[in-house]
Nanobody
Framework: VQLQASGGGLVQFGGSLRLSCAAS????????MGWYRQARGKQRELVAD???????KYAGSVKGRFTISRENGKNTVYLQMNSLELEDTAVYYC??????????????WGQGTLVTVSS
């Protein structure tokens, strides 16, 4: 299963960006899709995820500013990021976990997209 992320870039403090990530391959079902980020010198952390039923989970630092959503029919997850702060600067990775048509589980990562917030 492959994940293709897009939408990163340079944005000013207080601005907005939307990230997209599309999963493709031998997918039977996707249980959870999510976004993680890794800032320079820090560990990768969960930003937000969403399960097949639409239940969402957010890191405390982004709650109220970021919104995760998904289109199940397109195997795509989005992350709308508003009121961006300097601390949101990081490489953002999408993740998907589910099962393949071959009845095996998968846990796949996208290639990462850089988000840089400038002052």
């Amino acid at each position: 299963v492959q994940l293709q992320a897009s939408g990163g870039g340079l944005v000013q403090f207080g601005g907005s960006l939307r990230l997209s990530c599309a999963a493709s391959g031998s997918i039977f079902s996707i249980n959870v899709m999510g976004w993680y980020r890794q800032a320079r010198g820090k560990q990768r952390e969960l930003v937000a995820d969403i399960n097949s039923g639409g239940w969402t989970k957010y890191a405390g630092s982004v709650k109220g500013r970021f919104t995760i959503s998904r289109e199940n029919g397109k195997n795509t997850v989005y992350l709308q990021m508003n009121s961006l702060e300097l601390e949101d600067t990081a490489v953002y990775y999408c993740n998907a976990r589910g099962s393949t048509i071959w009845q095996s589980d998968f846990d796949s990562w996208g290639q990462g997209t850089l988000v840089t917030v400038s002052s």
